[in-house]
Each structure stands twice: as structure tokens, then as C-alpha cells.
């Protein structure tokens, strides 16, 4: 024997021959011919699927012609005894709360004297032995006795199957006692006479009865069951009088007609025992019991999505299975318990070698319940699945082969057989599960399917609008058109991404490619288009695969613009990953090579993305120089994408050197990528004008705010958790860490995957973590953070995201009591930041490293290596100073003003400490009472209480500065500067 899908059909020599074919019938021939007589050997496949009723024994692996791989073969021992069908109940039961609740009042009946019968209804899988399972482990320990008899699909002919499985826990014999002597101690209440026809009728059951025995011989039909009704009452009655019972009739759908006419007789006499009877069956069979008052039935649903999640998690223990992988087997699941549990092993067992194949258990079941329907209904149910979850009744009778009032009877069988339900008042359906639509669907033979989705399709041309492009694309894509896949996936694609739908788009761009396997060039453009989608989700490995193919592609065929082109998206993706040496080898190839075709789209893009490269090593003039030439390319030509992305790399560089018209060249970017659907761009124009990553914001406090909520509001309705999503939401948590706001700041920083993000963005936030952390004084775990951010950045090589990691290491380092290893942080900073024209990002990183150097003067101000941090710090200063001084209209100029003035006078005084010379004119520059003012009214009052507590352990401050620091490091949750100000008070 073996078990595998089969094409079936009429073929033969005969006509009306039927036979089968495929690989299944092969390997069971083959394992005929190595079976002895009397042998039963069977595969693999169905020793797995009836593993619980019978043992088997492994033989060797059989190796079979034109099979790579040995085929397992086991020998068929015995049947195993009936006993539940549960493995135990591996995840603890969940979600059954209100069923349980009923259950147990049940039970209180039963054991009070008000004996019922209980039924669990659902699909299969659904939990109804689990459940009932919980239930005989509850009753046991309130001292009921219990027995469970269990229905099988292949017993159904067989007479008293069930009944037979009862009396032997009902009888309690013991070794070599009769029937009769097992009534008789039962104490059942019958006479003698009774009790030996009783006894006769029950050994019938249990085919022990002999051929001649006169108790028998003119019983009829209705009169034996009458007495094994009689007698299984007896039983009953004697055993509840002494304890309450309980009673399981699983899978009650398979029990045989004789079973189930002496469960009906039952119901009659329960009442007066103290007796529950738990049945489960499927929730399409039925049996006419609904009326009688001592029937009850509970209809089992499927999980609700936090109780499904909860059994996955416990489940899914142990198991190395990602996040994407657990959320596609809770879609798959929808709620069964079974499907929930055989998927998840599933993917652990199939791993890399057949991730998401649907287990044989969960497959067999749903198979066979689509063989068992009548074959309207079943080819119906098939011609469905290839329209999809859902469907129409209009399009079902108009491309089913059968008419229409047949139709509409296949469709009711349908409904009642739970396979497909009402979607809508208008006609719509729907599969009642995900895996019943992908059990029918398979059930196809391919050339059949592709068929079908072709007819379908050009139903939807005739009968679709334009919202019927994504369909269009995805029955064409598999059919057998290939002209109408190559014209509506691209469409789909670009609907796709229009409504932001990356993940969507990204899949019809990438199908569009395979459909272009002999069209290079079409090839590469849609590649191109499909890399955009998961750079836009901030997944850059996967868009450099695909882009770097695309660029092979287009050079194969001599379409030399189109890959210069694609060249400065793959060096975009460099820099994104930290490689900025060959992000600017390719930027420049595209450059060198559009130059030579004259003005471009393609040529103002290529200048504007070195732009945004040079930009951020910091070299701004040098940004702004190729942003204006990218401007002056693309405005004659309207080069609108190009513009957009040049305005905003000319806002930032202008910005970023105190130039107010820089704000209004990011306001032009925003609102042209708003009109134009560029969502990529708008995202980065937020981020600048919002000066996410610099630590000075461009703007007020509230204005600020403002400008950071709409950013979050349009990021969260466009592309949610993509690329900039996740850099305003960075900026979301640094504007809430320098603005004192450090539950709220810890919250969206921790929400965040560091891992998911490109390597610029990562170490921002692991630079944002580790600052929290060494602010409150967990020095180990933001030392071990830092130190990845600042190896990130270096690599990077973006000083505004070196500054801020190295700051945070070294003030870890410090707090740690590595002053040495402090001070060669600094250094390592300060040299790596060099003599970049850029003060905004340095005014701060001097703010904090002074901070630090403080920090080690209040604990050691013996230090040995402070000495060399103040000389270090104070050559920074030095150069720093012309820069720093540069005024402009924004908000900006002030805060970076006031931090810098702030430290180079602590600075000042920590020299004058260690005998260091540095002397730097306050001139222009505000001192600590100046900078105060600045920093309180822009609601920085970290930065703030960090400037009082300099001025009180200087012994400068008056009498409302100190209380005024160490309630806000008492607010904030500062301990190692509340410590520090307390030994100053």
C-alpha cells in the first residue's frame, strides 16, 4: 500500500476503462512486488497517516529506478487498541474559556443525578478532542469514572463498532469471569433470566457469543437491541448509583447505524443517572437529537487571533522559526488548533528544503472530504479555487460547465457542507478556510488550471473595471497567455505602488521580470522597478540583488544609458549597507558615462545623488555645488523626480550651514514629492527640515513638534515601517531624548529594529539607545551597544553618525571607570571628524564630550588621562570656533550657540583645573547664563540641568540653580548626575 495524489480518469483499450496514474501508484507497485506472502508492507506516507492505529515495523530503504532518493517502506504488525486520539495535548489548552465553563456545569448536573448528553460541533480540527480530553482529565479529578470510545472512517460498516468499544469498560471483567458473572457483580438489577439474556447479547457484541446459543436464537433485529439497550442502562444505572460517569463518543460522524440507534435509545433513560455523555462530530453531520431535552450542543469556532497567537508561542518554543514564518502559518491556520500545530511542524521539519507545503495529516483530511462530495459540487468547489478565496455566484455560473440551476444546487451543497460561505449581500462567496481553497486548488491538474485562469480572465476584461487589474495580472500570469501577463502585471505593479503597497508591488514587478525571461531589456526594467519596493522597506540587500542583476541584464543587450542609470541606484544602496568608497565608485561611473549623452533625467539624478553623498561626509558646499548643478539640468527639461531630489539635498546643505532658504528649498521638495507621489523623497525632506540626526533642530520647540507629528502621520499612511518610516520615527525618539521626554523617547527607540534597518540608520538608533542608557547609569549595557554603533559608523563614515556613537561610548567608558578609554574615544572622534566646514553635529558632540570629561573630574580629578582630553577638547574648540559662530535666522544658530558657549566655558574651567592653556573669547559667543535662557525656553532640560551642575560644582552657581538641576535629574530618572548633585548640595 501507498498514499499519494493520483490522476485518475477513463483510458484503456476498453472503452470505460478507469485507471490511475502517477508517482504514487509506481511506488506501490514496486513495493507489491518486494512484499512476501501474507505481507503487508506500505510507504512511508501511510505509515504516518495511520500511525495511531496500527504498528509497523521499519524495513530497509528502497532504492527504485529513476528516484534519487530511497523510498522508506514499513511492514504492517498488528492494530493497535482504540484508546483517544489525542497525542496529549502538546500546547496547553486556550481560548475554550466559555466552553469549558458550560462543560463543567454539566458535569455539576450529571454528578447531582440529571444525567445529559453534551456535543461538540465543528470542523475538523477545530479542537473537539482536544477539548473533550480536558474535560475527562476535570472529571476524573472530581472522582468521576470515565470511558472514551472513538468512531472510525473505515468501522462505519462495521455493526456496534462504538458498542463495541463500551461494554468492555462498562463490564469490568476480570481475568476469566463470564459476562454473566460480570453482570452479577455489577449488581445491575435484573433477575437471573435477564441477566443471562443480557449477558448473551452483550458477548454477540463483543463476537464472543457461541453459534447455538438458544438465548439468541429468536431474537430479532429490533428485540437485540432492545436488550443491549436494556442491558448498557443496567450497567449505567449500577455504576452512576456509585459514581458519576462520564462517558466520550468521539468522532461520532463515523459511528455505525447500529451504535448510533442505541445512543438515540440512551437519551431516553439518561435523565435519571448520574451519567454525561460528551460526543464531538463534525459540525455538517446530522442526526435529528436537536429536540430532546436531555441533548445539548456546543458549536466549537476557530481561535481568536490573540488565542491562536498565544498557542503558536508556546508551541513554536524552541523552534527557530522567524517572525514572518509564525505570522504566514497564523494567516494559513485561520483559528483551527489542528492546522495551527501540524503547520508549525511542518515548517520546522521542512526548514529550507519545502518551506510552507501543507502537511500530509492536514492534506488527507481536507482531500478527503472534497473526494466525498458529489461531483457537481466538487468540480464547482475546483473552479472556485482558481478564482481565489473569494468569488462571485455571477462568474461561477458563467463559466461552469454545468447549468445553472445545477449550479446553484452545488453551490447550497457547498454552504451546508461548511466548505464556502457568504462573503457579502451581493452575491459574493468566500472559502471558509485558507487551506480548503489550497487543498482544491491542488486538486487540479495543472494544464486544467492554467486553462481555467486564462477563461477567467478574459471574463474579467469583459466584465472587470480598472480596480480588476491586479486580478487580470494574476490569472494571466497563470495561464497560458503570456502576451496579456507581460501587459497587466507592470499595471499591477504600478497600481500597487501607487497606493503604497510595497510588498504587493515588489511581487508584480518581480513576476513581470519572469515573464520577460527572453526580453533582457524588459527583464532589467522590471527588476529595477522591483528593487525600488524593498529599498522603500528598508530591506537594501534584497534591492541590490535584484538591481545588480538588472544592470547585468541591460550591459548584455548594449543599453549603455539605462545601466549607467541603474548604476547610481546600486551606489545609493552602498551607502545605505556602509560601503561609501564603492557607492561613490559607482556614482561616479554613472556620471562619467551620462555626461558624455548631454542633459538627461537620468544625468540631473546621477549629479544629485553625489550630491546626497558628499553631503553627508560632511562636505556642504560641496553638496550644494552639485545640487545646483543637478537643478540646472532638470529644470529646463522638467525633470521633476530629479528636482524634487535636488531641492531637498540644496535645503539640507544650506540648513546645515545656518542658511534659513534652505527650509524653504526642503518645503519645495515635500510638497512637489507630496503632488508627484514620491513618498521616498517627502520621507527625507521630513527628516531634514526636522533635522532628525543633527541633535539641534532647525526650528522652535513647538514648531518642531508639529513639523515631527505630521512627518509620523504621512510615514504611517504611505509606507508604514519603511525606510524613512523608520528614520522619522528615529527622529521622533531623538527629538523626545533631548527634549527631557525619556519615557516616551525609550518607548519608540525600543521599538525599533536596529536589525531591519540599513547601516546608517542603525547605528542612530543603537547611538539614541546607548546615550539613554549611560544617562542613567547603565554604563555595561550601553558600552556594549555603543561599541556597534560607533564600528557601524566609522564604516559608514557619515560624521553625523560617528559624533554621536563615539560621544555615547566614551561617556559609557567613563562611567565604567575607563577614563583612558574615554579620552581615546574623544580623540578617535575628533580625528575622524577632521576639519569639515559642518558645527552643528560637532557643537553638540563638544557639549557631551565635555560633559564626560566632567564627569571623570567629579569622581578623579587626579585622572591622568584627563589632562589629554582637555588638550584634546580644547584644540577641537579651537577650529570648531569659526564655524560655531556663524549666525543665521533659525532657531538652530541659537541652541548650537548656546551648547557651544556653554561647554568651551566648562571647558575653560576644567583647564584652568589641570593647568592646561586654552583661553577662547566669549565674544559672540553667550556664556552659561545666555545659554541657559536659549536651552530652557527650547525645552531642553537635560542639556540645561548639565549646564547648572557644572556651574555649582564650579561653586558659580546662586542658591535656585542646584534644586533647579536635581529636580530634573530626579524627574528623569538620572541617578549618576542626581548623585553627583547631591554631593555638591
Not at 373 to 389: D, E, F, K, W
Not at 429 to 439: D, G, K, Q, S
Not at 544 to 573: D, P, T
Not at 926 to 937: C, F, W
Amino acid at each position: 500500500m501507498n498514499t499519494g495524489e493520483v490522476v485518475g480518469g477513463t483510458a484503456g483499450p476498453q472503452s470505460g476503462d478507469y485507471t490511475v496514474s502517477g508517482d504514487a501508484v509506481n511506488v506501490a507497485a514496486r513495493i507489491q512486488q518486494a512484499a512476501a506472502p501474507n505481507e503487508i508492507l506500505v510507504g512511508g506516507m501511510t505509515r504516518r497517516l495511520s500511525a495511531e492505529a496500527f504498528a509497523f515495523a521499519p524495513l530497509e530503504e528502497m532504492a527504485l529506478r529513476g528516484r534519487t532518493m530511497p523510498m522508506e517502506v514499513w511492514r504492517l504488525e498488528r492494530e493497535l487498541p482504540d484508546r483517544p486520539r489525542m497525542r496529549g495535548g502538546e500546547a496547553r489548552l486556550v481560548g475554550r474559556e466559555r466552553e469549558l465553563a458550560s462543560l463543567e456545569s454539566a458535569l455539576d448536573e450529571a454528578s447531582g443525578g440529571r444525567g445529559l448528553m453534551v456535543a461538540l460541533a465543528g470542523e475538523p480540527g477545530i479542537g473537539k478532542s482536544r477539548l473533550a480530553l480536558e474535560v475527562l482529565r476535570r472529571a476524573e479529578a472530581n472522582e468521576f469514572v470515565s470511558a472514551w470510545t472513538s468512531s472510525r472512517s473505515y468501522a462505519s460498516a462495521f455493526p456496534y463498532h462504538l458498542v463495541r468499544q463500551l461494554v468492555p469498560q462498562l463490564l469490568h471483567r476480570r481475568v476469566g469471569a463470564s459476562t454473566v458473572d460480570a453482570l452479577r457483580a455489577a449488581d445491575v438489577g435484573a433477575d437471573g433470566e435477564n441477566v443471562e439474556r443480557w449477558a448473551a447479547v452483550l458477548d454477540d457484541v463483543l463476537g464472543e457469543a457461541s453459534e447455538a446459543d438458544p438465548q439468541l436464537a429468536d431474537l430479532s433485529p429490533s428485540g437485540r437491541q432492545r436488550i443491549l439497550v436494556h442491558a448498557i442502562g443496567g450497567l449505567l444505572r449500577s455504576a452512576s448509583d456509585r459514581t458519576p460517569m462520564l462517558l466520550v463518543l468521539d468522532d461520532l460522524h463515523w459511528a455505525d447505524p447500529a451504535s448510533l440507534a442505541v445512543v438515540e435509545e440512551l437519551l431516553d433513560i439518561l435523565p435519571g443517572l448520574r451519567v454525561m455523555l460528551l460526543a464531538t462530530y463534525r459540525s455538517n453531520w446530522s442526526h435529528g437529537w436537536e429536540g430532546r431535552s436531555a441533548y445539548e450542543q456546543l458549536n466549537l469556532r476557530a481561535l481568536r487571533a490573540e488565542d491562536a497567537r498565544r498557542m503558536a508561542a508556546e508551541l513554536a518554543q524552541g523552534a527557530s522559526l522567524s517572525s514572518e514564518q509564525t505570522e504566514l502559518v497564523l494567516e494559513r491556520s485561520a483559528g483551527n488548533p489542528l492546522f495551527l500545530e501540524e503547520l508549525l511542524q511542518g515548517e520546522r521539519a521542512a526548514a529550507s528544503v519545502h518551506p510552507h507545503r501543507l502537511p500530509a495529516t492536514i492534506h488527507e483530511m481536507l482531500l478527503a472530504r472534497l473526494d466525498a462530495l458529489p461531483p457537481n459540487a466538487r468540480r464547482t468547489l475546483q473552479l472556485a479555487s482558481v478564482m481565489g478565496m473569494e468569488f462571485s455566484e455571477r462568474i461561477v455560473a458563467d463559466l461552469s460547465e454545468i447549468d445553472e440551476a445545477e449550479t446553484d444546487g452545488a453551490l447550497g451543497t457547498l454552504q451546508r457542507a461548511e466548505l464556502i460561505a457568504a462573503a457579502g449581500s451581493d452575491g459574493r462567496l468566500a472559502f471558509r478556510h485558507p487551506l480548503i481553497h489550497e487543498v482544491a486548488y491542488g486538486s487540479l491538474l495543472l494544464s486544467t488550471r492554467r486553462a481555467l485562469h486564462g477563461r477567467i480572465g478574459r471574463w474579467l476584461e469583459v466584465h472587470g473595471g480598472e480596480e480588476q487589474v491586479a486580478e487580470l495580472a494574476r490569472h494571466y500570469r497563470d495561464s497560458d497567455d503570456l502576451a496579456k501577463a507581460r501587459h497587466y502585471l507592470p499595471l499591477a505593479g504600478e497600481r500597487a505602488q501607487a497606493f503604497n503597497a510595497n510588498r504587493e508591488a515588489h511581487g508584480w514587478f518581480t513576476d513581470a521580470a519572469e515573464a520577460y525571461a527572453d526580453d533582457p531589456e524588459k527583464r532589467a526594467g522590471m527588476l529595477e522597478a522591483a528593487a525600488q519596493q524593498p529599498y522603500l522597506l528598508g530591506e537594501i540587500d534584497s534591492a541590490k540583488e535584484q538591481q545588480e542583476e538588472a544592470i547585468r541584464l541591460y550591459e548584455s543587450v548594449g543599453a549603455e544609458r539605462a545601466a549607467l542609470n541603474a548604476r547610481r541606484w546600486l551606489g545609493r544602496f552602498d551607502w545605505l549597507l556602509g560601503d561609501p568608497r564603492e557607492a561613490a565608485r559607482q556614482i561616479g561611473l554613472a556620471i562619467d558615462g551620462l555626461e558624455r549623452m548631454g542633459p538627461s533625467p537620468e544625468l540631473a539624478m546621477a549629479y544629485s545623488f553625489r550630491s546626497q553623498s558628499v553631503m553627508l561626509e560632511p562636505d556642504l558646499e560641496a553638496g550644494a555645488e552639485w545640487a545646483r548643478k543637478a537643478i540646472a539640468v532638470a529644470e529646463p527639461i522638467r525633470a521633476t523626480a530629479a528636482l524634487v531630489h535636488a531641492y531637498n539635498n540644496l535645503g539640507y546643505c544650506l540648513l546645515s550651514q545656518g542658511d534659513a532658504e534652505g527650509a524653504d528649498y526642503l518645503r519645495r521638495s515635500r510638497d512637489l514629492g507630496i503632488e508627484h507621489r514620491l513618498p521616498d523623497d517627502v520621507g527625507r525632506a521630513y527628516a531634514n527640515l526636522s533635522g532628525q540626526g543633527t541633535r539641534v533642530f532647525p526650528f522652535s520647540y513647538a514648531e518642531s513638534e508639529a513639523l515631527m507629528t505630521e512627518a509620523i502621520e504621512y510615514a504611517a499612511r504611505t509606507i508604514p515601517d519603511g525606510i524613512f518610516d523608520r528614520w522619522i520615527r528615529s527622529g521622533w525618539g531623538e527629538f523626545l531624548l533631548v527634549s527631557g521626554r525619556w519615557a516616551e523617547a525609550e518607548r519608540v527607540l525600543w521599538d525599533l529594529d536596529p536589525s531591519a534597518a540599513e547601516a546608517y540608520l542603525r547605528s542612530e538608533v543603537l547611538g539614541l539607545r546607548a546615550h539613554l542608557l549611560a544617562y542613567r547609569g547603565g554604563y555595561e549595557e550601553a558600552a556594549s551597544i555603543a561599541s556597534v554603533a560607533a564600528e557601524t559608523a566609522v564604516h559608514v563614515g557619515d560624521v553625523q553618525a560617528v559624533l554621536p556613537t563615539l560621544a555615547a561610548l566614551a561617556a559609557s567608558q567613563a562611567g565604567l571607570g575607563g577614563d583612558e578609554a574615554a579620552v581615546a574615544t574623544i580623540r578617535r572622534a575628533i580625528e575622524r571628524r577632521g576639519t569639515n566646514r559642518e558645527s552643528i553635529i560637532s557643537s553638540w558632540f563638544l557639549f557631551e564630550a565635555v560633559d564626560t570629561l566632567t564627569a571623570i573630574t567629579a569622581r578623579n580629578p587626579d585622572s591622568a588621562a584627563l589632562r589629554s582630553g582637555i588638550e584634546a577638547l580644547a584644540a577641537f574648540a579651537t577650529i570648531l570656533r569659526p564655524d560655531a559662530a556663524r549666525t543665521g535666522d533659525l532657531v538652530q544658530a541659537e541652541v548650537r550657540r548656546a551648547l557651544f558657549g556653554a561647554a568651551a566655558e566648562q571647558l575653560q574651567r576644567l583647564a584652568r583645573s589641570t593647568g592646561v592653556p586654552f583661553e577662547l573669547s566669549a565674544e559672540s559667543f553667550p556664556d552659561s547664563t545666555d545659554a541657559l535662557a536659549v536651552l530652557d525656553r527650547e525645552r531642553r532640560p537635560f542639556d540645561a540641568a548639565r549646564i547648572r551642575l557644572w556651574l555649582a560644582e564650579a561653586g558659580e552657581a546662586s542658591a535656585d540653580v542646584l534644586p533647579a538641576a536635581r529636580a530634573t535629574f530626579g524627574e528623569l530618572s538620572a541617578d549618576p548626575y542626581l548623585d553627583r548633585a547631591q554631593r555638591v548640595s
